[in-house]
């Protein structure tokens, strides 16, 4: 454990180097991992895979790493390359990352997917309920939904917990791109889920990378 405003980890570094450890997962914030990867630099720590939340999720976190954010690896939620479509706007995973990071000028982010599927699912439940000014009806209506969205099927009905929907992730991992319009990619390198996300390379150790 580490207090949240610390920047300095040469005591868990430490323990991990002595311990053997080759694997570092958990959850930090992004300033907390560079850090952490800086002094592990420094200290002659060399995991062989480092899977935290947070950092590895969105772009922005491997900034910080330099090159040293090859072969980082994170859940992923969602990509462009899913084969699915928006039930509002018919668009394809992929036409509404290219539309998005159009108007943004940034690389796209697995929660994009997910933040379009929410306003499928609430207008979905708000037509199905007969009544979108009745909160009963629409909280009813919601428990019952089964949708297929942008982000995958979102399966309300199917759930042993009543207005919770339980959607598939899949193991990514950052690689670096060869002269690509991005600096890293995140690529699908495990599933075994139902979601229909397709395995685009293996898993590679760092070792494997550097």
Known sequence: MFKNETDDFTN????????????VT???YSYQFASFWR???QLGYKPEIVSTAGPFLFPG???????SGDGMMTEIWWTPKLPVTSSLTGQTAKA???EWEAAQNRQWTPALGYTHAVWEVAIAALKASGDPKNREAV???LQKLTLDTVAGKVDFAGSPIPGIAHMSLAGGQRRKTAGGKYKYDIVVAYNDSPAPFQVE????LLSQLT
């Not at 868990?12 to 694997?23: D, M, P, R, W, Y």
């Not at 976190?61 to 090159?67: E, I, T």
């Not at 390379?201 to 590679?204: D, L, P, R, S, T």
């Open 201 to 204: 390379a293996g898993f590679k």
């Open 139 to 141: 909280r009813d209506a």
């Open 39 to 41: 002094e592990s630099a």
């Open 12 to 23: 868990q570094i430490s323990l991990f180097k002595s311990a053997g450890a080759e694997t």
């Open 61 to 67: 976190g491997l900034d910080a790493l330099g090159d």
């Open 26 to 28: 958990g959850f930090v």
């Open 96 to 98: 509404l990352a290219d």
